[in-house]
């Protein structure tokens, strides 16, 4: 992938504009991410692992108590 490309498309797409002193950081940043994705994209999942598609959110331990 072309992190490059992605970066100006990206970039233009939300308005936004990287500045030329940042954009090492960037580039370093998405390198390090897509390493990051290669490595979680490559586990296997069963059906029980997938995330769920409704959120429920819990109250904190002890809030009830308030």
């Given at each position: 992938m072309d992190h490059n490309a992605y970066i100006d498309a990206t970039a233009a797409t939300l308005g936004l504009k990287i500045a030329t002193e940042h954009r090492p950081g960037v580039l370093q940043f998405f390198g390090l991410v897509a390493g990051m994705a290669a490595l979680v994209q490559g586990l296997p999942l069963e059906a029980h692992e997938e995330s769920?598609?409704?959120?429920?959110?819990?109250?904190?331990?002890g809030e009830d108590a308030l």
């Open positions: 769920g598609n409704v959120f429920r959110p819990v109250s904190p331990a």
